[in-house]
Nanobody
Framework: EVQLVESGGGLVQPGGSLRLSCAAS????????MNWVRQAPGKGLEWVGS????????SYAAYVKGRLTISRDNAKNTVYLQMNSLKPEDTAVYYC?????????WGQGTQVTVSS
């Protein structure tokens, strides 16, 4: 059974940093690209970025502007989202996401709140 478990969210001041983790199980993580997606209060899902299976290629939404970095440790079955220079508009629930054939898998999400 595919499981994705996000952690690392919390309350942070503007300009601060957080590192989110996504622990994966039930499939061979090293074989798949992974995505981070977020949902701000009252808004729809918004793609944050993706990382390929080997971890040597990443792509990001334009609004990231170098503030967010996705990485992975396949030996630990974990994908990371390092977030720097956080802004209040980054407040959202952050999800990791796996597309496996016709299916999409999601974790429960982790809340990030950026506020002074």
């Amino acid at each position: 059974e595919v499981q994705l478990v996000e952690s690392g969210g919390g309350l942070v001041q503007p300009g601060g940093s957080l590192r989110l983790s996504c622990a994966a199980s039930g499939f061979t993580l090293r074989s798949y690209s992974m995505n981070w997606v977020r949902q701000a209060p009252g808004k729809g899902l918004e793609w944050v970025g993706s990382i390929n299976s080997g971890g040597d290629y990443t792509s990001y939404a334009a609004y990231v502007k170098g503030r967010l970095t996705i990485s992975r440790d396949n030996a630990k079955n974990t994908v990371y989202l390092q977030m720097n220079s956080l802004k209040p508009e980054d407040t959202a629930v952050y999800y990791c996401n796996l597309i496996l054939g016709p299916n999409a898998y999601w974790g429960q999400g982790t809340q990030v709140t950026v506020s002074s």
